[in-house]
């Protein structure tokens, strides 16, 4: 099984400050075919379903504020929130899709200050 | 529009069968995989399994002894099975199509006497 390592498990920030984090996995998240990294960051806030926000390791879905910017490519991955917002206050988690069993990060508490 | 919707008991017995069913609107099952996620209170996210177009599955690699996904494409509908509950097996259990942009609401299930 391929092991999603994410950090930091919980981090607090200021309003109008960035913020990183950082995905990990054990192998190569790289199609050759599509040329694409197999990674996705969801947000979840409390009671609510994971809502999508990156695919593909850097595509925004629609709808989702430019302030959130996926990265990366291989096996090391950044999500990145510039300028939070109170509203962000979440669980972030990265996912890989490239092959079964598909598996989580451990997820990120985000706490705005 | 797309939709999911999650359906089961809410409360199972240890040692006893869980069936939930996962009904979709909005697209066929014979051109998309829909898959089952998990969440413990208070925990990340776990990819429990997948019913693929073509009808193929895959699971889990530390619950598919006990776990099993069909579907029903006539009904738009897919169940998941899981024996020999326990009460680790405590979660919300949300269905989601490959793709992640659309997920249901979730089902809590609680196992307990």
């Known amino acids: 099984d391929i092991v999603m390592t994410q950090s930091p498990s919980s981090l607090a920030v200021s309003a109008g400050e960035t913020v990183t984090i950082n995905c990990k996995s054990s192998?190569?998240?790289?199609?050759?075919?599509?040329?694409?990294?197999?990674l996705a960051w969801y947000q979840q806030k409390p009671g609510q379903s994971p809502k999508l926000l990156i695919y593909?390791?850097?595509t925004r879905e629609s709808g989702v504020p430019d302030r959130f910017i996926g990265s990366g490519s291989g096996t090391d991955f950044t999500l990145t929130i510039s300028s939070v917002q109170a509203e962000d206050l979440a669980n972030y988690y990265c996912q890989q899709y490239y092959d079964t069993p598909l598996t989580f990060g451990s997820g990120t508490k985000l706490e705005i200050k | 529009q797309v939709q999911l919707k999650e359906s089961g008991p809410g409360l199972v017995q240890p040692s006893q069968t869980l069936s939930l069913t996962c009904t979709v609107s909005?697209?066929?099952?014979?051109?998309?995989?829909v898959h089952w996620v998990r969440q413990p209170p208070g925990k990340g996210l776990e990819w429990v399994g997948a019913i693929w177009s073509g009808g193929s599955t895959d699971y889990n690699s530390a619950l598919k002894s006990r776990l099993s996904i069909s579907r029903d494409t006539s009904k738009s509908q897919v169940f998941l099975k899981m024996n020999s509950l326990q009460t680790e097996d405590t979660a919300i259990y949300f269905c989601?199509?490959?793709?992640?942009?659309?997920w249901g609401q979730g089902v809590m299930v609680t196992v307990s006497s």
């Open positions: 593909l390791a850097s």
């Open positions: 192998q190569s998240l790289f199609g050759s075919v599509r040329q694409k990294n197999y």
């Open positions: 909005g697209f066929s099952l014979t051109s998309n995989s």
């Open positions: 989601t199509r490959y793709g992640w942009t659309y």
